[in-house]
């Protein structure tokens, strides 16, 4: 269902590349209207800085002793900082992820930026936080409806405005109801 035209504003060669990956995601995470996929498209683009990176650009401190993330050890921040295509962030989500994938993201947390993985955990995390059911409720004639989605990713208004234009962009391309 995705199509590099339905990335806005996306680095087209790395939407070429991961293509196989975001469809393989969004079929496995039942992501199969165009609000879903529309949805899904808004928030990976704005958490990979318009499909351009898989890594946060920070360094991670900022999460060091984080307990809500389970960041518990020394330098947990650095080592499960923001990686994927939602950004999948701290101890207990990459421990999580581990276990739903088969996967030992919790010692090589790296993984999660390799394409096959950031979009499997991409698929795994928007499931297990049940964002089909609140992309539903998302409708491009209401911009602010894509909000709750944007808050479970991300925990507050970062990139509202972005998340917002992408979801409206990707819903007309997509031809959202």
Not at 62 to 82: F, I
Not at 162 to 175: G, P
Request: charged letters at 20%; aromatic letters at 8%; one cysteine or more.
């Amino acid at each position: 269902m995705a199509a590099p035209a339905a990335l806005p504003g996306a680095d087209q060669a790395n939407v070429t590349t991961w293509l196989p990956d975001i469809n393989s995601a969004m079929q496995s995470a039942g992501i199969d209207t165009p609000q879903r996929a529309a949805a899904f498209l808004a928030q990976v683009g704005q958490e990979t800085a318009g499909f351009a990176t898989l890594t946060e650009y920070s360094d991670g401190s900022d999460y060091n002793g984080r307990a809500d993330l389970g960041n518990t050890q020394p330098g947990d921040g650095p080592r499960y900082k923001g990686r994927g295509g939602l950004q999948l962030t701290g101890r207990h989500n990459y421990e999580r992820a581990s276990q739903a994938l088969g996967v030992d993201f919790v010692n090589h947390p790296e993984l999660v930026a390799d394409p096959k993985y950031a979009f499997a955990t991409a698929a795994w995390y928007w499931n297990t936080h049940n964002l089909n059911a609140a992309a539903d409720n998302a409708h491009p004639q209401d911009p602010a409806s894509i909000d709750p989605v944007s808050r479970i990713i991300n925990g507050g208004s970062n990139g509202r405005d972005v998340r917002r234009e992408h979801f409206i962009q990707a819903c007309q391309i997509l031809k959202c109801p």
